[in-house]
């Protein structure tokens, strides 16, 4: 956990995997730690690199897709910390869905052919595409499991409004559409992602990282199709291969399970995995940077000086 005090800061959040300070004037600054979660549990080993690999992917898809909607960052002064606009968070994960599979597949494979109040159509394998991307919505819990939910029940709860979540559709199959563009050119496949969204006054804004290995699945575009039609898994890139492994090892976060050990050449190989994705998505050699507490804490006040001046 990071321990900084900033001027100004009013309150601090420790999540899952990111560190929040909220500051006045209405701005965050969120620091990437390098803590690993699955199945909504902290797993005991920190991955090396792991907070830069998502602030930076999560930076460059940020960049990419503004001219689809505002977003919250501002300023990314180090490897593994992003300061941005604070906004009024809608409760809700919009996740967007391109191919069956994960949860949808597992809930297709029970016999269903609904999720969230979207209808999937008979006779589709894992990892098919559907015919159009679907939005297969989710609660943003502080505590505990994100829970499905329907567009009617997101609605009816007045966690958006009808018009809100309108604009909430539009904006993530969007980015959805850029996301698959840009792994396109990569050689990748976007699965499905999630996005979250908040409002500053009446504008909404794209919060949080998107497109990192953490809120999002790739498949390798190369030999996807024959993997498909042999029923073989996909090749992936993304944080999946730790839940297989976690689940292999009998452990799927249940009361009673105990997370399996995790050994040094385990958890470098996580690490390599999550720098394999930076540099297949974003094209350019991992620079791993270590900075010090100290030197961390300058860029930030730094950075909050410049915007404080540019404001």
């Known amino acids: 956990m990071s321990s900084f005090t900033f001027p100004g800061q009013q309150r601090f959040y420790s999540g899952k995997v990111r560190d929040v300070y909220y500051l006045e004037n209405n701005i965050l600054v969120m620091v990437a730690s390098d803590r690993i979660s699955a199945f909504d549990v902290i797993l005991p080993r920190p991955i090396p690199f792991k907070g830069q690999v998502l602030n930076q992917v999560a930076t460059y898809m940020l960049e990419r897709t503004r ?5 919250w960052l501002l300023d990314t002064p180090a ?8 906004c009024d968070p809608f409760k809700i994960e919009m996740v967007v869905r391109g191919n069956l599979t994960g949860h949808a597949w597992r809930t ?8 969230c109040g979207v209808a999937m159509e008979d006779g589709m394998r894992e990892n098919d595409f559907f015919a159009q991307p679907i939005i297969t919505p989710s609660t943003k819990a502080d505590v505990g499991h994100d829970e499905d939910i329907s567009k009617n029940e997101i609605i009816a709860k007045g966690l958006a409004s009808a018009q809100e979540y309108a604009q909430l559709e539009a904006y993530a199959l969007e980015l959805f559409t850029r996301g698959r563009q840009l792994a396109k050119e990569r ?8 996005y979250e969204f908040g409002k500053i006054g009446d504008t909404i804004y794209l919060m ?10 790739y498949f390798y575009a190369d030999g996807f199709e024959g993997r498909l039609a042999a029923g073989e898994p996909q090749k992936q890139l993304s944080k999946e291969f730790v839940r297989e492994w976690l689940i292999a090892n009998n452990f799927m976060g249940k009361d009673g399970q105990q997370v399996p050990e995790m050994t040094e050449p385990w958890v470098q190989t ?7 994705l930076y540099e297949v998505l974003i094209g350019e050699p991992f620079k791993p940077e270590q900075l010090s507490q100290e030197e961390t804490y300058n860029r930030i006040i730094q950075s909050l000086e410049q915007l404080s001046g540019n404001a």
Not at 79 to 86: E, H, L
Not at 187 to 194: A, S
Not at 270 to 276: F, G, K, L
């Open 270 to 276: 996580i690490s390599r995995r999550y720098i394999e």
């Open 208 to 217: 949080d990282e998107i497109h990192t290995p953490d809120s999002s699945r």
């Open 79 to 86: 490897p593994n910390t992003a300061v941005g606009k604070r």
């Open 67 to 71: 001219d689809i909607c505002p977003n």
């Open 108 to 115: 297709y494979s029970s016999g269903k052919r609904s999720l």
């Open 187 to 194: 050689g990748l496949i976007l699965v499905d992602t999630k």
